[in-house]
Nanobody, 119 residues
Framework: QVQLVESGGGLVQPGGSLRLSCAAS????????MGWHRQAPGKQRELVAV???????HYADSVKGRFTISRDNAKNTVYLQMNSLKPEDTAVYYC?????????????WGQGTQVTVSS
């Protein structure tokens, strides 16, 4: 089993910054994609950003230019630097990873971390 543990959420004022981290643990052979999704109250979960094992990135249009995703392959950790935060960024942020463990494909989600942008 692969477990994802997120950290770094909290309350921040509009225009502020937060950095989320997500560490994967387990008998991991390889992680392909790592990313972040978010879900606001009453809305569907949506993709925020993903990064491949080769370093290619993709962002939702709503966060381009404000959020930066990165990963440390040696630590099986993905980060999301969030700048110029807006009230509409308020949501529970979920980490995601897929890859191979013990010879089988896996896809795992973290437990979620709350991000609240409010004055």
């Amino acid at each position: 089993q692969v477990q994802l543990v997120e950290s770094g959420g909290g309350l921040v004022q509009p225009g502020g910054s937060l950095r989320l981290s997500c560490a994967a643990s387990g008998s991991i052979f390889s992680i392909y994609t790592m990313g972040w999704h978010r879900q606001a109250p009453g809305k569907q979960r949506e993709l925020v950003a993903v990064v491949t094992s080769g370093g290619s990135t993709h962002y939702a249009d709503s966060v381009k230019g404000r959020f930066t995703i990165s990963r440390d392959n040696a630590k099986n950790t993905v980060y999301l630097q969030m700048n110029s935060l807006k009230p509409e960024d308020t949501a529970v942020y979920y980490c995601y990873a897929d890859g191979v463990v013990a010879g089988a494909d896996f896809g795992s989600w973290g437990q979620g971390t709350q991000v609240t942008v409010s004055s």
